[in-house]
Protein backbone atom coordinates (compact mmCIF):
# COMPACT_ATOMS: atom_id res chain seq x y z
CA UNK A 1 0.00 0.00 0.00
CA UNK A 2 1.98 2.70 -1.47
CA UNK A 3 2.18 5.96 1.00
CA UNK A 4 0.79 3.91 4.12
CA UNK A 5 3.27 3.44 6.65
CA UNK A 6 4.46 -0.40 7.74
CA UNK A 7 2.37 -1.26 11.20
CA UNK A 8 3.65 -3.43 13.72
CA UNK A 9 0.46 -5.47 13.81
CA UNK A 10 -0.03 -8.52 16.56
CA UNK A 11 -2.37 -10.95 15.90
CA UNK A 12 -3.68 -13.52 18.44
CA UNK A 13 -5.60 -16.58 18.23
CA UNK A 14 -6.97 -17.88 21.06
CA UNK A 15 -7.61 -21.70 21.43
CA UNK A 16 -11.72 -21.79 20.30
CA UNK A 17 -9.93 -20.65 16.72
CA UNK A 18 -7.01 -23.66 16.39
CA UNK A 19 -8.79 -26.45 17.76
CA UNK A 20 -11.98 -27.70 17.22
CA UNK A 21 -14.02 -26.81 20.75
CA UNK A 22 -15.50 -30.67 20.57
CA UNK A 23 -12.69 -32.89 18.51
CA UNK A 24 -10.39 -31.09 19.25
CA UNK A 25 -8.94 -31.56 15.79
CA UNK A 26 -6.94 -28.70 14.22
CA UNK A 27 -9.35 -25.93 12.34
CA UNK A 28 -7.04 -26.32 9.46
CA UNK A 29 -9.45 -23.93 7.15
CA UNK A 30 -8.69 -21.03 9.26
CA UNK A 31 -5.29 -21.51 9.99
CA UNK A 32 -4.41 -21.71 6.24
CA UNK A 33 -6.35 -17.96 6.31
CA UNK A 34 -4.71 -16.65 9.16
CA UNK A 35 -1.14 -17.54 7.19
CA UNK A 36 -2.54 -16.14 3.57
CA UNK A 37 -3.80 -13.04 6.05
CA UNK A 38 -0.47 -12.62 7.48
CA UNK A 39 1.66 -13.35 4.44
CA UNK A 40 -0.90 -10.30 2.60
CA UNK A 41 0.12 -8.16 5.32
CA UNK A 42 3.94 -8.63 5.06
CA UNK A 43 3.41 -8.10 0.92
CA UNK A 44 1.50 -5.14 2.14
CA UNK A 45 5.20 -3.77 4.24
CA UNK A 46 3.66 -4.49 7.62
CA UNK A 47 5.52 -6.80 10.52
CA UNK A 48 3.62 -9.61 11.72
CA UNK A 49 3.59 -11.64 15.29
CA UNK A 50 1.34 -14.15 15.82
CA UNK A 51 0.47 -15.21 19.69
CA UNK A 52 -0.85 -18.56 19.03
CA UNK A 53 -2.49 -20.65 21.79
CA UNK A 54 -3.54 -23.99 21.30
CA UNK A 55 -0.97 -26.39 22.59
CA UNK A 56 -2.83 -28.16 24.96
CA UNK A 57 -5.77 -28.63 22.51
CA UNK A 58 -3.95 -29.76 19.61
CA UNK A 59 -1.95 -32.14 22.78
CA UNK A 60 -5.07 -33.78 23.71
CA UNK A 61 -5.91 -34.83 20.38
CA UNK A 62 -3.01 -36.23 19.74
CA UNK A 63 -2.65 -38.09 22.94
CA UNK A 64 -6.90 -39.26 22.16
CA UNK A 65 -7.50 -37.39 25.92
CA UNK A 66 -11.02 -36.00 25.60
CA UNK A 67 -10.96 -34.09 28.37
CA UNK A 68 -8.17 -31.20 29.95
CA UNK A 69 -6.99 -33.02 32.97
CA UNK A 70 -6.48 -30.90 36.25
CA UNK A 71 -3.40 -32.16 37.53
CA UNK A 72 -0.15 -29.64 36.67
CA UNK A 73 1.58 -31.90 35.55
CA UNK A 74 -0.62 -33.52 33.06
CA UNK A 75 -1.11 -30.10 31.20
CA UNK A 76 2.51 -29.12 31.17
CA UNK A 77 3.24 -32.58 29.83
CA UNK A 78 0.22 -32.54 26.98
CA UNK A 79 1.25 -28.47 26.29
CA UNK A 80 5.06 -29.87 25.31
CA UNK A 81 3.19 -32.42 23.29
CA UNK A 82 1.12 -30.13 21.61
CA UNK A 83 3.28 -27.36 20.98
CA UNK A 84 5.34 -29.39 19.04
CA UNK A 85 2.64 -30.13 16.73
CA UNK A 86 1.42 -26.55 16.69
CA UNK A 87 4.66 -25.16 15.67
CA UNK A 88 5.36 -27.56 12.98
CA UNK A 89 1.68 -27.17 11.53
CA UNK A 90 2.21 -23.17 11.20
CA UNK A 91 5.81 -24.00 10.41
CA UNK A 92 4.56 -26.01 7.04
CA UNK A 93 1.84 -24.03 6.24
CA UNK A 94 3.40 -20.68 6.18
CA UNK A 95 6.45 -22.57 4.08
CA UNK A 96 4.23 -23.13 1.28
CA UNK A 97 4.31 -19.69 0.70
CA UNK A 98 7.56 -19.17 1.82
CA UNK A 99 7.26 -17.22 4.80
CA UNK A 100 9.76 -18.40 7.59
CA UNK A 101 8.36 -18.35 11.16
CA UNK A 102 10.16 -18.49 14.35
CA UNK A 103 9.18 -19.53 17.67
CA UNK A 104 9.13 -17.89 20.81
CA UNK A 105 8.30 -18.97 23.99
CA UNK A 106 7.54 -16.86 27.22
CA UNK A 107 6.80 -16.70 31.15
CA UNK A 108 6.79 -13.68 32.69
CA UNK A 109 9.82 -14.54 34.37
CA UNK A 110 11.59 -14.75 31.12
CA UNK A 111 11.07 -10.58 30.89
CA UNK A 112 10.41 -9.59 34.53
CA UNK A 113 14.32 -9.18 34.84
CA UNK A 114 15.04 -5.91 32.66
CA UNK A 115 17.98 -7.51 30.75
CA UNK A 116 16.09 -10.66 29.61
CA UNK A 117 13.16 -8.05 28.93
CA UNK A 118 16.04 -6.44 25.98
CA UNK A 119 16.75 -9.52 25.16
CA UNK A 120 13.17 -10.67 24.20
CA UNK A 121 12.88 -6.79 22.62
CA UNK A 122 16.36 -7.13 20.55
CA UNK A 123 15.26 -10.73 19.46
CA UNK A 124 11.42 -9.95 18.15
CA UNK A 125 12.89 -6.82 16.61
CA UNK A 126 15.75 -8.79 14.55
CA UNK A 127 13.13 -11.40 13.74
CA UNK A 128 10.66 -8.67 12.04
CA UNK A 129 14.03 -6.66 10.33
CA UNK A 130 14.57 -10.12 8.60
CA UNK A 131 10.82 -9.98 7.44
CA UNK A 132 9.95 -13.50 9.87
CA UNK A 133 6.84 -13.98 11.91
CA UNK A 134 7.70 -14.70 15.44
CA UNK A 135 5.01 -17.10 16.96
CA UNK A 136 4.63 -16.60 20.67
CA UNK A 137 2.73 -19.11 23.24
CA UNK A 138 3.46 -19.17 26.62
CA UNK A 139 5.86 -21.31 27.88
CA UNK A 140 3.46 -24.21 29.25
CA UNK A 141 5.79 -26.59 30.27
CA UNK A 142 7.64 -24.56 32.60
CA UNK A 143 5.23 -21.62 33.81
CA UNK A 144 3.85 -22.26 37.19
CA UNK A 145 0.91 -19.65 39.03
CA UNK A 146 3.66 -17.56 40.10
CA UNK A 147 5.70 -17.07 36.40
CA UNK A 148 2.96 -17.38 34.76
CA UNK A 149 0.93 -14.59 32.36
CA UNK A 150 -2.07 -16.66 32.71
CA UNK A 151 -3.44 -16.49 29.93
CA UNK A 152 -2.46 -15.34 26.11
CA UNK A 153 -4.48 -12.18 25.90
CA UNK A 154 -2.68 -10.86 28.28
CA UNK A 155 0.63 -12.50 26.85
CA UNK A 156 -0.20 -10.77 23.43
CA UNK A 157 -0.85 -7.71 25.08
CA UNK A 158 2.78 -7.21 26.78
CA UNK A 159 4.24 -8.59 23.57
CA UNK A 160 2.75 -5.65 21.72
CA UNK A 161 3.88 -3.53 24.01
CA UNK A 162 6.97 -4.71 24.26
CA UNK A 163 7.66 -4.27 20.25
CA UNK A 164 5.68 -1.20 20.15
CA UNK A 165 3.06 -2.49 18.16
CA UNK A 166 0.57 -0.35 16.09
CA UNK A 167 -2.59 -2.65 16.49
CA UNK A 168 -3.37 -6.30 18.14
CA UNK A 169 -5.79 -8.49 16.92
CA UNK A 170 -7.63 -10.46 19.73
CA UNK A 171 -9.51 -13.07 17.14
CA UNK A 172 -11.76 -15.16 18.68
CA UNK A 173 -15.07 -17.26 18.29
CA UNK A 174 -17.14 -14.36 18.64
CA UNK A 175 -17.94 -11.13 15.87
CA UNK A 176 -16.95 -8.45 18.69
CA UNK A 177 -17.42 -7.31 22.11
CA UNK A 178 -21.58 -7.39 23.05
CA UNK A 179 -22.87 -5.88 26.26
CA UNK A 180 -23.66 -9.43 27.73
CA UNK A 181 -22.41 -12.99 26.19
CA UNK A 182 -23.92 -13.79 22.96
CA UNK A 183 -23.78 -17.25 23.77
CA UNK A 184 -26.17 -17.25 26.08
CA UNK A 185 -28.28 -14.11 25.42
CA UNK A 186 -29.39 -13.74 21.58
CA UNK A 187 -30.53 -10.26 22.20
CA UNK A 188 -26.53 -9.06 23.12
CA UNK A 189 -25.79 -5.52 21.88
CA UNK A 190 -22.43 -5.75 20.09
CA UNK A 191 -20.20 -2.61 21.24
CA UNK A 192 -17.70 -1.37 18.22
CA UNK A 193 -15.34 1.76 19.43
CA UNK A 194 -14.44 2.29 23.09
CA UNK A 195 -12.45 5.36 23.78
CA UNK A 196 -12.72 4.81 27.50
CA UNK A 197 -12.05 1.44 28.71
CA UNK A 198 -12.77 2.78 32.29
CA UNK A 199 -16.38 3.62 31.66
CA UNK A 200 -17.21 0.32 29.81
CA UNK A 201 -20.50 -1.35 30.46
CA UNK A 202 -20.11 -4.86 29.75
CA UNK A 203 -20.41 -8.20 31.75
CA UNK A 204 -18.22 -10.19 30.69
CA UNK A 205 -18.31 -12.24 33.64
CA UNK A 206 -19.30 -15.40 32.22
CA UNK A 207 -16.44 -18.47 30.55
CA UNK A 208 -15.55 -18.80 27.27
CA UNK A 209 -15.53 -22.16 25.19
CA UNK A 210 -14.10 -24.95 27.56
CA UNK A 211 -10.58 -25.13 26.50
CA UNK A 212 -10.24 -21.23 26.62
CA UNK A 213 -8.68 -19.44 29.45
CA UNK A 214 -10.13 -16.10 30.21
CA UNK A 215 -12.87 -15.82 28.20
CA UNK A 216 -14.28 -12.15 27.34
CA UNK A 217 -12.79 -10.85 30.80
CA UNK A 218 -8.60 -11.37 29.95
CA UNK A 219 -9.36 -9.81 26.76
CA UNK A 220 -10.60 -6.86 28.43
CA UNK A 221 -7.44 -6.88 30.24
CA UNK A 222 -5.34 -6.83 27.58
CA UNK A 223 -7.15 -4.13 25.78
CA UNK A 224 -6.23 -2.33 29.22
CA UNK A 225 -2.72 -3.00 28.75
CA UNK A 226 -2.80 -2.51 25.01
CA UNK A 227 -4.30 0.68 24.71
CA UNK A 228 -2.22 1.85 27.77
CA UNK A 229 0.46 1.35 26.10
CA UNK A 230 -0.26 3.09 22.40
CA UNK A 231 -1.70 -0.09 20.79
CA UNK A 232 -5.26 -0.03 18.99
CA UNK A 233 -6.12 -3.44 20.26
CA UNK A 234 -9.26 -4.53 18.28
CA UNK A 235 -11.59 -7.80 19.19
CA UNK A 236 -12.57 -9.56 15.52
CA UNK A 237 -13.52 -12.70 14.80
CA UNK A 238 -11.10 -15.34 14.08
CA UNK A 239 -13.56 -17.70 11.40
CA UNK A 240 -12.62 -15.06 8.44
CA UNK A 241 -9.15 -14.16 9.25
CA UNK A 242 -9.61 -11.96 5.93
CA UNK A 243 -11.38 -9.28 8.25
CA UNK A 244 -7.80 -8.35 9.56
CA UNK A 245 -6.68 -7.19 6.46
CA UNK A 246 -9.88 -5.18 5.96
CA UNK A 247 -9.64 -3.42 9.48
CA UNK A 248 -5.48 -2.32 8.93
CA UNK A 249 -6.67 -1.62 5.40
CA UNK A 250 -10.04 0.56 6.72
CA UNK A 251 -7.61 2.32 9.76
CA UNK A 252 -4.91 3.15 7.72
CA UNK A 253 -6.84 4.65 5.05
CA UNK A 254 -8.63 6.78 7.72
CA UNK A 255 -5.38 8.24 8.84
CA UNK A 256 -3.84 11.29 6.69
CA UNK A 257 -1.03 10.37 5.11
CA UNK A 258 1.01 12.41 7.18
CA UNK A 259 0.34 11.18 10.39
CA UNK A 260 2.65 9.20 12.67
CA UNK A 261 2.50 5.15 13.73
CA UNK A 262 1.19 7.37 16.82
CA UNK A 263 -2.41 7.94 17.12
CA UNK A 264 -3.48 10.71 15.49
CA UNK A 265 -6.51 13.15 16.91
CA UNK A 266 -8.29 11.99 14.08
CA UNK A 267 -8.18 7.75 15.04
CA UNK A 268 -10.47 9.16 18.39
CA UNK A 269 -12.60 10.51 16.62
CA UNK A 270 -14.76 8.22 15.34
CA UNK A 271 -17.30 8.07 13.11
CA UNK A 272 -20.20 5.28 12.61
CA UNK A 273 -19.07 2.32 10.48
CA UNK A 274 -20.40 0.80 7.48
CA UNK A 275 -19.79 -2.96 7.82
CA UNK A 276 -19.54 -6.07 5.21
CA UNK A 277 -17.98 -9.51 5.33
CA UNK A 278 -16.66 -9.16 1.43
CA UNK A 279 -12.92 -8.92 0.44
CA UNK A 280 -11.27 -5.92 -0.72
CA UNK A 281 -9.52 -5.84 -4.29
CA UNK A 282 -7.00 -2.67 -3.66
CA UNK A 283 -5.35 -1.23 -6.03
CA UNK A 284 -4.21 2.29 -5.23
CA UNK A 285 -4.53 3.56 -1.13
CA UNK A 286 -8.48 3.81 -1.10
CA UNK A 287 -9.88 6.12 1.32
CA UNK A 288 -11.68 5.57 4.59
CA UNK A 289 -15.04 6.11 2.60
CA UNK A 290 -14.04 3.56 0.26
CA UNK A 291 -14.14 0.92 2.45
CA UNK A 292 -16.61 -1.12 4.58
CA UNK A 293 -15.60 -3.22 7.82
CA UNK A 294 -16.45 -6.01 9.25
CA UNK A 295 -18.22 -5.81 12.70
CA UNK A 296 -15.41 -5.64 15.31
CA UNK A 297 -14.86 -4.05 18.53
CA UNK A 298 -11.93 -1.27 18.75
CA UNK A 299 -10.12 -0.12 21.89
CA UNK A 300 -8.73 3.56 20.75
CA UNK A 301 -5.34 4.06 22.44
CA UNK A 302 -4.12 6.21 24.57
CA UNK A 303 -2.99 9.41 23.34
CA UNK A 304 -0.14 9.79 26.28
CA UNK A 305 1.12 6.12 26.36
CA UNK A 306 3.13 4.39 29.31
CA UNK A 307 6.10 2.56 27.24
CA UNK A 308 9.40 1.00 27.73
CA UNK A 309 11.16 1.44 31.19
CA UNK A 310 7.29 2.32 33.13
CA UNK A 311 5.28 -0.61 31.00
CA UNK A 312 7.55 -2.64 32.40
CA UNK A 313 8.09 -2.06 35.54
CA UNK A 314 4.16 -1.70 36.13
CA UNK A 315 2.96 -4.56 34.49
CA UNK A 316 5.67 -7.37 33.68
CA UNK A 317 7.74 -8.45 36.89
CA UNK A 318 5.19 -9.94 40.05
CA UNK A 319 5.90 -7.60 42.84
CA UNK A 320 7.80 -9.12 45.64
CA UNK A 321 5.31 -6.82 48.83
CA UNK A 322 3.88 -4.04 49.16
CA UNK A 323 5.04 -0.44 50.79
CA UNK A 324 2.16 1.86 52.18
CA UNK A 325 2.76 5.22 51.75
CA UNK A 326 1.04 8.25 53.04
CA UNK A 327 -0.59 11.00 50.65
CA UNK A 328 2.01 13.50 51.54
CA UNK A 329 4.44 10.81 50.14
CA UNK A 330 2.23 10.63 47.45
CA UNK A 331 2.25 14.00 46.47
CA UNK A 332 6.27 14.45 46.75
CA UNK A 333 6.38 11.54 44.15
CA UNK A 334 3.53 12.90 42.07
CA UNK A 335 6.11 16.10 41.91
CA UNK A 336 8.91 14.32 40.71
CA UNK A 337 10.70 13.95 44.27
CA UNK A 338 11.93 10.30 45.06
CA UNK A 339 10.19 8.39 48.52
CA UNK A 340 11.88 9.24 51.85
CA UNK A 341 11.35 7.09 54.56
CA UNK A 342 8.89 9.44 56.41
CA UNK A 343 6.29 8.80 54.09
CA UNK A 344 6.46 4.95 54.91
CA UNK A 345 3.59 4.12 56.97
CA UNK A 346 3.74 -0.05 56.43
CA UNK A 347 5.52 -2.35 54.98
CA UNK A 348 4.36 -6.28 53.59
CA UNK A 349 6.57 -8.96 52.36
CA UNK A 350 9.81 -9.95 51.83
CA UNK A 351 11.38 -8.34 49.40
CA UNK A 352 15.77 -7.37 48.73
CA UNK A 353 17.02 -4.18 47.48
CA UNK A 354 16.30 -3.82 43.76
CA UNK A 355 13.32 -6.20 43.90
CA UNK A 356 9.85 -4.67 42.51
CA UNK A 357 6.97 -3.56 45.46
CA UNK A 358 3.65 -2.12 44.91
CA UNK A 359 2.78 1.18 45.99
CA UNK A 360 0.00 1.49 48.24
CA UNK A 361 -1.55 5.21 49.31
CA UNK A 362 -3.01 5.29 53.03
CA UNK A 363 -4.51 7.34 55.04
CA UNK A 364 -2.96 7.37 58.44
CA UNK A 365 -4.64 7.12 61.31
CA UNK A 366 -4.40 8.32 65.32
CA UNK A 367 -5.36 4.71 67.23
CA UNK A 368 -5.32 1.20 65.50
CA UNK A 369 -8.15 0.01 63.12
CA UNK A 370 -10.38 -3.03 63.83
CA UNK A 371 -7.66 -4.60 62.07
CA UNK A 372 -5.13 -3.18 64.59
CA UNK A 373 -3.05 -1.01 61.58
CA UNK A 374 -2.57 2.65 61.95
CA UNK A 375 -3.98 3.27 58.72
CA UNK A 376 -6.71 2.66 56.50
CA UNK A 377 -8.05 3.06 52.59
CA UNK A 378 -5.86 1.47 50.90
CA UNK A 379 -5.43 2.45 47.10
CA UNK A 380 -2.76 0.86 44.92
CA UNK A 381 -1.47 3.38 42.34
CA UNK A 382 1.63 2.20 41.33
CA UNK A 383 4.87 0.00 41.12
CA UNK A 384 8.55 0.77 42.04
CA UNK A 385 12.12 -0.85 42.40
CA UNK A 386 13.36 -0.40 46.10
CA UNK A 387 16.67 0.92 47.56
CA UNK A 388 16.21 -1.34 50.89
CA UNK A 389 15.45 -4.56 51.63
CA UNK A 390 12.01 -4.93 53.64
CA UNK A 391 13.20 -5.95 56.69
CA UNK A 392 15.32 -2.22 57.03
CA UNK A 393 12.44 -0.63 55.55
CA UNK A 394 10.63 -1.62 58.68
CA UNK A 395 13.20 -0.42 60.53
CA UNK A 396 13.68 3.43 58.65
CA UNK A 397 9.97 3.88 58.45
CA UNK A 398 8.57 6.94 59.76
CA UNK A 399 12.45 8.28 59.86
CA UNK A 400 13.87 10.90 58.54
CA UNK A 401 16.37 9.92 56.43
CA UNK A 402 19.48 11.41 58.22
CA UNK A 403 18.90 8.65 61.03
CA UNK A 404 19.27 5.96 58.01
CA UNK A 405 22.93 5.47 59.55
CA UNK A 406 22.61 5.37 62.84
CA UNK A 407 19.64 3.15 62.64
CA UNK A 408 20.80 0.47 60.03
CA UNK A 409 24.70 1.30 60.68
CA UNK A 410 25.49 2.57 57.11
CA UNK A 411 23.12 4.63 54.34
CA UNK A 412 23.02 3.67 50.76
CA UNK A 413 20.74 6.28 49.86
CA UNK A 414 18.28 9.07 51.53
CA UNK A 415 15.53 7.54 49.18
CA UNK A 416 13.25 4.37 49.94
CA UNK A 417 13.16 4.25 46.19
CA UNK A 418 13.85 6.92 43.31
CA UNK A 419 11.65 8.54 41.57
CA UNK A 420 12.98 7.38 37.95
CA UNK A 421 12.29 3.68 39.43
CA UNK A 422 8.22 4.98 39.90
CA UNK A 423 5.60 3.85 37.79
CA UNK A 424 2.22 5.07 38.60
CA UNK A 425 -0.85 3.56 36.74
CA UNK A 426 -3.25 5.70 34.50
CA UNK A 427 -7.06 5.04 35.90
CA UNK A 428 -7.81 2.50 32.68
CA UNK A 429 -4.57 0.34 33.15
CA UNK A 430 -5.19 -0.03 37.21
CA UNK A 431 -5.17 -3.52 38.24
CA UNK A 432 -8.18 -4.74 37.84
CA UNK A 433 -8.94 -5.86 41.17
CA UNK A 434 -6.78 -3.58 43.34
CA UNK A 435 -8.48 -3.47 46.50
CA UNK A 436 -9.34 -6.86 46.92
CA UNK A 437 -5.51 -7.86 46.51
CA UNK A 438 -4.52 -5.21 49.00
CA UNK A 439 -7.20 -5.88 51.90
CA UNK A 440 -6.34 -9.82 51.53
CA UNK A 441 -2.79 -8.39 52.24
CA UNK A 442 -4.17 -6.70 55.19
CA UNK A 443 -5.88 -10.00 56.49
CA UNK A 444 -3.07 -12.08 55.94
N1 LIG B 1 -19.79 -9.72 26.83
C1 LIG B 1 -19.32 -10.70 26.04
N2 LIG B 1 -19.16 -10.46 24.71
C2 LIG B 1 -18.67 -11.42 23.88
N3 LIG B 1 -18.31 -12.66 24.30
C3 LIG B 1 -18.42 -12.97 25.62
C4 LIG B 1 -18.94 -12.00 26.55
N4 LIG B 1 -18.92 -12.56 27.78
C5 LIG B 1 -18.43 -13.81 27.65
N5 LIG B 1 -18.13 -14.07 26.34
C6 LIG B 1 -17.59 -15.36 25.85
O1 LIG B 1 -16.20 -15.25 25.56
C7 LIG B 1 -15.92 -16.27 24.59
C8 LIG B 1 -14.54 -16.04 24.00
O2 LIG B 1 -13.56 -16.37 24.98
P1 LIG B 1 -12.66 -17.71 24.92
O3 LIG B 1 -13.54 -18.89 24.67
O4 LIG B 1 -11.77 -17.73 26.10
O5 LIG B 1 -11.89 -17.40 23.59
P2 LIG B 1 -10.43 -17.67 23.10
O6 LIG B 1 -10.17 -19.14 23.22
O7 LIG B 1 -10.56 -17.18 21.70
O8 LIG B 1 -9.50 -16.83 23.94
C9 LIG B 1 -17.07 -16.17 23.65
O9 LIG B 1 -17.28 -17.37 22.95
C10 LIG B 1 -18.26 -15.85 24.57
O10 LIG B 1 -18.99 -17.02 24.92
N1 LIG C 1 -0.81 -21.50 26.40
C1 LIG C 1 -2.06 -22.24 26.32
C2 LIG C 1 -3.23 -21.34 26.01
C3 LIG C 1 -3.59 -20.41 27.11
C4 LIG C 1 -4.72 -19.45 26.71
O1 LIG C 1 -4.70 -18.28 27.07
O2 LIG C 1 -5.68 -19.93 25.90
P1 LIG C 1 -6.85 -19.02 25.22
O3 LIG C 1 -7.71 -18.44 26.31
O4 LIG C 1 -7.58 -19.97 24.38
O5 LIG C 1 -6.17 -17.96 24.41
C5 LIG C 1 -2.00 -23.27 25.18
O6 LIG C 1 -1.22 -23.07 24.24
O7 LIG C 1 -2.75 -24.24 25.24
Redesign the pocket.
Given at each position: MKGNKPLTIVI??????IVDEKTHEPLLPILTLIVDTAVKLRKDGHRVVIVS?GAIGVGLRRMDVEKRPKHLAQLQALAAIGQCRLISLWDSLFNHLRQPVAQILLTRNDIADRTRYHNAQNTFNALLEQGVIPIVNENDTLAVAEIKFG???TLSAITAAMIHADMLF?????D?????????NPD?QP?EVVDDISALQ??????????????????IIAARLGTSAGVTTI?AK?SNPGNVLNIVRYLQAKRKPSSSSSPSAEDHGEESLSRSTSSLKLSTPPSSEDLSVPLHTRFLPSEDPIRDRHFWLLHTPNPHGTLYIDSGAHKALIGKAGLLPVGVVDVKGNFAQQEVVRLVVVQRRRSPGPNGKLWENPEEVGRAIVNYAAAEISRIKGHQSVDIQDILGYADSEYVVHRQHVGFFRRESRPVTPTREINQAIVE
Open positions: KLGTSSSDNDLMTDVCLYDKNPRTAIADVSSAGSSLGTGGMSTKIS
